[in-house]
């Protein structure tokens, strides 16, 4: 099975949150997958159960915890705000 | 101190041509159909104001109102509403306002303000139980909106005070209260022409209770606590203030960049709210009251200062290319001091920059370089050099230099920093706002990005959204209370959030007008009702916003307003961003026709006879 980078990029202070030391929010937390991996499994083996409940967002769009990748791709996660 | 039970239900109307003032009693019926801030201002214009007015001649009036709910202690109530023509778009403006001028003016005894004529000297208001004093302001013409507000604060609770932009008559000048804004339209530039420097009032002459008390803590206690408990509320906003919407825009591809070519940027993380709440060490600056504590100030540079909002980083950071925080604030401070709206002075200036970059304008401004950016801030406020020609807004410079295709305005007014090609829906609520391109008409975008319920490049379903949306905000605004309470108050409810996610997508893709119709919104008409002791149940609170919106629109109309204006920028329609994963145009005539069909217009864009008639929307008063 041929694998991708997925880059998860993590706002809204959740890198605090979740603890994880020396987060750069340059490089993010690079995870490597299988293709063709979901979401939902991206994070659940990078043991960031938590953040399903936040919103995500890959190429300027918003995706959902189905959402597969196919190719190498950066992720953002972020708490949801109102507007301004 | 004295009791008002309810409402006093006086506006003072001051004539400054004149000297004098009279006391209005707004009728019972008034107060019903439109309830107050915006909603009673604009119907108090409507009858008063002919169509085809100088906005900067002395028959433009503004009037101010400051809802029911100011003074009793309801969370985020410290705001009021102010509307008037716009010189900017020649339409009608209308703004919400923080700040301590609301309070002080509804703790005086009144409930709000009409001002008409001309002053032939600068002058400034003093408001107290008794009426109005006309003070001598020519020793404080020419200063700015701070320290004229420290001058005449002295022996009042709060004022309204313009800076050299509206006194130079900069289309887009403001009012501040505080530290807050009337932002929108030049309603700065409509007191600097009547040559009203400022508006104090004394306050704290009456104490506001609620008719129903008891009623009234129930309800205020339920809001307390989905403010509380609601994510965006008590988390986003009050954590990082309104820049929590950098980071979520720059992923969402909504973010403008280089003035709308584009909608994500590597670099946007350096002027989110994040980055400012660790780099200035930030801490609450907000109106009173306040339960969400969405405004912040933080130490820039040694100095404390009033952190910028998002759509000041939207408009005067990203979409110049600018990513400095410090140089960020430091165009804030500028616009603050001379009292000018920060959303259409950097898409001004985004418009200048791209502009100069093709050879149709003559300036030094270019994307990426904060250099000589605050000084053409300066000289839009004096009206020298460049900035006599920027003062006038884009739509009059791209008129007389070209460019009108990158000139990102509706209506006359720039647009917000939410790009709509990432949301559909909100480029239908921008075409149709009723004061140009508004961001706070109709926030489509956080339906369709921000919570994800519908999709953001359908057209399905958006017009209906949009037109409840405007509903709501209209209602909201017309108590009045903060719009941020939507989010709580309607998203902390049981259907909201406990109803599956995909259902409540499913129904929102298909019939958001039937959906809409389930969500509880309960909370806002409750606590109307608990200040006035009348019932207003949640479909008539519904319609109140109806019914201004309408209004508005039909003054607009009486303006010229049709569908010809209900459009978006050319580049916005027909230019594709490289940052979207395949080109897509916004179906904005689809939407549109809808739009027309649910709110009751006809083809062109008119308010029908019988929907106008529906809405009890009466002939103009003449009073």
Partial sequence: ???????????????????????????????????????????????????????????GERINLRTKFMESAEISCLKISGGG | MQEITGTS???????????????????????????????????????????GIDPLGEDNMIAIHTGVLLGTGAPCSGRFAAVTKSPLTGIMTSCSCGGAFGMAL??????????????????????????VEFRDAKKLWGMDTQKTQEEISKDSGGALAIGPAGENLVLYANVASGHRFLGRGGMGAVMGSK???????????????????????????????????????????????????????NAGGLLPVRNFTGGTHGEAHKISGEEMAEKFKTSYSTCKPCTILCGHKGNINGQMRQIPEYETVGLMGSNLEI????????????????????????????????????????????????????????????????????????????????????????KGLEMAAYDPRGAFGQGLSYAVANRGACHLSATAFGLEVYLGLMDAYSYRSKASMVKYQEDIYSAINSLQTCVFTVFPYELETLLMKYSPRPVLKF???????????????????????AVIGNRLGMTAFLRVGARVQVLERVMNCAEGISRKDDTLPDRLLNEFRKCDSKERA??????????????????????????????????????
């Fill in chain 2, 106 to 131: 509804k703790t005086s005894g009144w409930d709000g303000l009409i001002v008409k004529g001309k002053s032939n000297t600068p002058v400034y208001l003093y408001v107290d139980s008794k009426g």
């Fill in chain 2, 586 to 623: 916004i179906p904005l005539e689809k939407m549109l026709n809808r739009y027309y069909f649910v709110r009751g217009f006809d083809k062109n864009g008119i308010p029908k006879e019988r929907t106008v008639r529906r809405l009890k929307i009466k002939k103009r008063m003449a009073v």
């Fill in chain 2, 323 to 410: 990513f400095d925080p410090v140089k960020i604030s430091d165009f804030n401070e500028i616009c603050t001091l001379m009292g000018m709206d920060t959303i259409t002075a950097g898409g001004t200036i985004a418009w200048a920059m791209e502009a100069t970059e093709r050879g149709l304008f003559k300036s030094d401004l270019k994307f990426g370089s904060a250099d000589g950016v605050c000084e053409v801030l300066k000289d839009i406020a004096h009206m020298k050099g460049i900035g006599k020609d920027l003062a006038m807004g884009s739509r009059y410079c791209s008129k007389k230099y070209g460019g009108e295709d990158f000139a990102i305005q509706v």
């Fill in chain 2, 195 to 249: 040559n009203l420097k400022a508006i104090s009032a004394k306050g704290k002459e009456f104490k506001i209770l609620p008719v129903n008390q008891k009623k009234f803590e129930k309800a205020k206690k339920k809001a307390t606590d989905y403010i509380n408990g609601n994510d965006i509320s008590a988390g986003s906003y009050r954590n990082f203030g309104t820049n929590a919407n950098v980071n979520l825009n």
């Fill in chain 2, 9 to 51: 239900n006086r506006i003072l109307e001051v004539n400054l041509t004149k000297k004098s003032f009279s006391v209005y009693e707004v009728p019972k019926e008034d107060l019903k159909l439109y309830l107050g801030g915006k909603g009673l201002a604009l119907k108090m214009l409507y009858d008063r104001m002919e169509p």
């Fill in chain 2, 507 to 529: 129904m929102m893709n298909l019939m958001a007008g039937v959906a809409m119709r389930f969500v509880d919104v309960s909370l806002w008409p409750e606590l109307w009702s």
């Fill in chain 1, 1 to 59: 099975m041929e694998d991708i980078i997925i880059t998860l990029k993590l706002y809204s202070g959740l890198e605090k949150e979740l603890k994880i030391p020396d987060y750069n929010v340059n490089s993010g937390v690079i995870i490597k997958v299988n293709k063709g991996t979901k979401l939902k499994n991206i994070i659940a083996d990078s043991g960031l159960q938590k953040l399903s409940g936040y919103a995500f967002f890959s190429g």
